[in-house]
């Protein structure tokens, strides 16, 4: 009886030990985002720096980047949880007229961001209206980035309603830069799509031409928006993205470290570490 009762005991507390060691179906189950972005400078740059705070602060993230179209789309249908990438209220007006009544706007991330067309500053016109008399000297052409974006959509109404005898290139941030770089670099004349905050009016002397029609709009901030649902089901997450805010000086360092050849993680990773009051904030409050 005394061997039975033993082996009885030394049963049930291997019983217990193994179910202590059973995982809890209510443990927290890992904590993870998805961010949308479009390949502009300036939103490689916001979205790296908030994907090394999440990765601070405990997340696996997926960074997902897609033409302008598709990042709305994608958080509309619930398919990326968060983007850092909206322009308002002009550039993205009328993609956020047709998907913003399934996305959440959570509040702005940068304040002072301008859209327009922009040349070297020893170009000798300052108006888009002057431009059809020295359609000669930029070779008839505008430099653009990627079609479907909010700034072509405008450019276009540009070129239209100027009347301009040009052809709007599309092209590419990167590409458009480029272009912009080595005609700097010949001081000849070039137009192209640009706006602030970007590296590019850093590293060379720019100047945007007036628009007395008003068709870029005016002051322009950068939003925060998530999916539907986002909020509810990973409120720490939100809440982060809710307290992420910085100025064009910040997004600028990042622009500049990447164009001087710096991958996008590492200088994220670099502004990161060198404004820990702002990332403890972000996180912690």
């Not at 019983?15 to 904590?31: F, R, V």
């Amino acid at each position: 009886m005394l061997v039975l009762f033993s082996v009885i005991f030394v049963a049930g507390c291997t019983s217990n030990a193994a179910d202590s060691q059973t995982p809890d179906s209510g443990a927290e189950t890992a904590k993870e985002v998805s961010i949308g972005y479009v390949l502009w400078d300036s939103e490689i740059a916001s979205t790296n720096v908030l994907k090394t705070v999440y990765e601070q602060a405990g997340y696996d993230v997926e960074l997902m980047a897609v033409d302008v179209g598709p990042l709305f789309q994608g958080i509309a249908d619930g398919q990326i949880d968060m983007s850092v990438s909206l322009w308002m209220p002009e550039t993205h007006a009328a993609y956020w007229e047709t998907y913003g009544d399934d996305i959440v706007m959570v509040g702005r991330n940068l304040d002072g961001g301008k859209i327009g067309l922009v040349v070297p500053e020893y170009v000798t016109i300052d108006s888009i209206e002057e431009m059809n008399s020295v359609a000669d000297k930029f070779d008839g052409k505008i430099i653009g980035i990627d079609p479907g974006s909010g700034t072509m959509a405008m450019t276009e109404r540009v070129v239209e309603n100027y009347s301009l005898d040009y052809t709007l290139v599309a092209s590419s941030s990167a590409g458009m830069a480029a272009e912009l770089s080595d005609a700097y670099s010949k001081s000849e004349w070039i137009v192209v799509t640009g706006w602030v905050p970007h590296w590019k009016f850093v590293r060379f002397d720019l100047k945007f031409l007036d628009d007395p029609q008003g068709i870029y709009g005016g002051e322009e901030y950068i939003g925060s928006m998530t999916r539907n649902g986002f909020k509810e089901e990973n409120p720490e997450a939100y809440t982060i993205l809710e307290r992420f805010y910085w100025d064009a000086s910040d997004m600028e360092s990042v622009m500049l470290a990447v164009e001087g050849g710096a991958t996008a993680e590492d200088a994220a990773q670099a502004w990161v570490d060198a404004n820990p009051e702002s990332v403890n904030y972000w996180i912690n409050g």
